[in-house]
């Protein structure tokens, strides 16, 4: 079985430009996660989303938004890039939300912002 | 009241040692405690996790001891390989609070194990 998969792997962009990122999960699994890991404040949770609505959300400003599609693929959005947007998007996946706990990571989307 | 505490940030074991990470957090909510392990470039692997009605779970070469009255829990690696090298992360989530897939992370422990 595919792992969770990520794309792009590496992207460059600009301060004040945006930028979407995309996450396919394990097949068969329904809740989509997203993680920010930056050297500074570490792995923080974004928000998570099951059945196309977002279940949970971290403390993270308006500028970050997501969405998932009915096939469970998820999509996340940062607008008007900051400097300190710059880290390592990690998306997680998980069976079912709620029911089942484990979360399967992909390799992430390396954001660079100059 | 989020956090989970880890120690240390770093640690050097030589080949066939026991490698001991330790975690401690303060949200009692918190009742699924997994740790990851994550190698350069990678995403963090989940490795192993558990519930606080055990005190242990142990797969392979490696240990999550639990103690629920001091809110704290451990990794241990028997026999730690050069192979082990990487990061490790515990973390901590409140399934029955309908947030089971947001996890709080610890701040990582970095292990090298030496020849």
């Known amino acids: 079985k595919a792992g969770v998969t990520q794309t792009p792997r590496y992207l460059i962009k600009t301060r004040g430009q945006q930028v979407t990122l995309s996450c396919s999960p394990i097949s068969g699994h329904r809740s989509v996660s997203w993680y920010q890991q930056t050297p500074g404040q570490g792995l923080q949770f974004l928000f998570e989303?099951?059945?196309?609505?977002?279940?949970n959300k971290g403390n993270f400003p308006g500028r970050f938004s997501g969405r998932q599609f009915s096939n469970s693929r998820s999509e996340m959005n940062v607008s008007t890039l900051e400097l300190g947007d710059s880290a390592l998007y990690l998306c997680?996946?998980?069976?079912?939300?709620?029911?089942?706990?484990?979360?399967?990571f992909g390799p992430g989307t390396r954001l660079t912002v100059t | 009241q989020q956090q989970v505490k880890q120690s240390p940030q770093s640690l050097i074991v030589q080949k066939g040692g026991i490698s001991i990470i330790n975690c401690a957090y303060e949200n009692t909510a918190f009742d699924y405690f997994p740790w990851y392990q994550q190698f350069p470039g990678k995403g963090p692997a989940l490795l192993i996790a558990i519930r606080p009605d055990v005190s242990e779970k142990k797969e392979g070469r490696f240990t999550i001891s639990f103690n629920k009255s001091a809110k704290q829990f451990s990794l241990h690696i028997m026999d730690s390989q050069p192979g082990d090298s990487a990061t490790y992360f515990c973390a901590a989530s409140s399934p029955f609070t309908g947030t089971a897939s947001k996890l709080t992370f610890g701040t990582g422990t970095r292990l090298q194990v030496t020849l």
């Open positions: 989303y099951f059945s196309e609505t977002q279940r």
């Open positions: 997680a996946s998980s069976l079912e939300y709620s029911s089942s706990y484990e979360q399967y």
